[in-house]
């Protein structure tokens, strides 16, 4: 399933819950600056976005190949509080017409969770709002929710979701809004981290994916986004890079990164430089680019068709009724290709099973943003689940354990 772009005054298609369609939605801001984007957003429980704003820190990064945690932490300490004034004149309420604070309280770098929590903290404080400490990939798995409409469902439960960023490279069943287990997760790496170095090996501008290494890695190797063909990047010597733990439900990207590791130390001591000084033509880079990318999304299919036929087997839980994709890397328009093909070959292989459901939100909601923040602080509204002012960040923090340490649970608001 493929959703169309979602409109940022888009009108409510359908109401939150039943007694919202009666009384007035409730609205949520919600903060995020676990990585290198300080986000604030504000979102009504009629699935509307009022207002996203993203600050970007890509230019303070490239140059480190990666996300440098202190200047991230202080340009977050800069950022956002901009971000929470745009967001709130962008949506054009105030802080009186909230009904709660969402914040991201982990997973992420320590640092850089203590700028949105310590904002959230105070504005709650200030207001006496409700505060809600969301947990990021819970965020990323549930977006669909939120940018569901007539012509694009939500997910049905029981579904499998692919968590795919910087910080993690997840396969998990969700059977209910809060409850994840883990099917899968990496040994080593994450594929987002993965793609940051391969771009930093490969010396890709950032500035090709709009200031993210991934999308720049996606550009360079295919041209445009998502333009690339399955064929064509096996003939690009995919047999270059490996596909570990082919058989188990568990990711691996470290061995894909030292594979182009000695492939491009092996290759400049054979070569000599070009005039211009550069020790690989474009054209090879572009196919050690594809090759990656490609492996790396053979891992990710492979492991969706396992996680399908582990469940079956088990039988726990009913058929599996979606495959929700969510995550910086889950705006790669090439691994939507891929993934769509593969979920028609794991149902037309088996008689019987019905095609599943592939959801992935647009590419702007896939990559970090306070809207999806936001959206959790209202279910966890709804569901009276609020945190006390002394709580704190957690940088480690599994997704199934979410939502197990509540010591304030409300009356949810009417
Ligand atoms: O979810 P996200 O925005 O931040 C974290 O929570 O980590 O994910 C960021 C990751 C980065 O590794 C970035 O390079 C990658 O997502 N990414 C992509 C694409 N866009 C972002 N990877 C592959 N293809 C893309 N189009
Ligand atoms: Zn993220």
């Given at each position: ?145 939120l940018t569901a409409s007539d012509d694009c469902p ?261």
């Amino acid at each position: 399933m493929h959703c169309p772009r979602v409109g940022l005054r888009r009108l409510a298609s359908r109401a939150f819950s039943t007694s919202a369609s009666v009384s007035k939605p409730l609205l949520v801001l919600g903060l995020e600056s676990s990585a290198d984007d300080s986000c604030a957003s504000i979102v009504s429980s009629s699935r509307e976005i009022l207002s996203n704003v993203v600050l970007k820190q890509s230019q303070i990064h490239e140059s480190f190949g990666g996300i440098h945690p202190l200047h991230a932490q202080e340009a977050h300490q800069r950022n956002l509080p901009l971000a929470i004034k745009l967001a709130l004149e962008r949506a054009r309420v105030s802080l009186d017409d909230l009904d709660g604070i969402a914040f991201t309280r982990g997973p992420g770098m320590y640092g850089c969770l203590s700028v949105c929590t310590g904002a959230a903290k105070a504005l709650a404080a200030a207001t006496g709002k409700p505060l809600l400490g969301v947990h990021h990939m819970q965020a990323h798995a549930l977006t669909p929710f939120l940018t569901a409409s007539d012509d694009c469902p939500a997910p049905a439960f029981p579904f499998l979701t692919l968590l795919l960023s910087g910080g993690h490279t997840l396969l998990v069943l969700c059977t209910a809004v809060d409850r994840f287990r883990i099917l899968a997760t990496t040994h080593d790496e994450s594929i987002g981290q993965s793609f940051d170095k391969a771009a930093r090996d490969l010396e890709i501008p950032w500035d090709l994916g709009a200031g993210s290494p991934g999308a720049a890695l996606e550009a360079f190797a295919f041209g445009r986004p998502g333009a690339g063909e399955g064929d064509k990047g096996e003939t690009l010597r995919r047999h270059e890079f490996p596909v570990p733990f082919r058989h188990q439900l568990a990711f691996s990207y470290a061995g894909l990164r030292s594979a182009l590791t000695r492939i491009l130390g092996r290759e400049s001591s054979e070569s000599s430089s070009d005039e211009a000084g550069a020790l690989f033509s474009t054209e090879r880079k572009r196919e050690l680019a594809r090759g990656f990318m490609v492996a790396a999304f053979e891992q990710v299919e492979g492991k969706v068709a396992l996680g399908l036929d582990h469940l079956a087997r088990e039988g726990e839980v009913g058929p599996i009724r979606g495959l929700v994709v969510s995550g910086g890397v889950a705006s790669n328009l090439y691994l939507r290709k891929r993934l769509r093909k593969k979920l028609d070959e794991v149902s037309s292989s088996r008689s019987g099973r019905e095609t599943i459901p592939l959801h992935f939100p647009p590419p702007a909601l896939c990559t970090d943003n306070a809207a999806m923040v936001a959206w959790v602080g209202l279910e966890r509204l709804r569901r009276g689940r609020v945190d006390p002012l002394d709580v704190m960040q957690q940088s480690k923090w599994a997704i199934d354990e979410c939502e197990a340490d509540f010591s304030v649970v409300v009356e949810p608001p009417k």
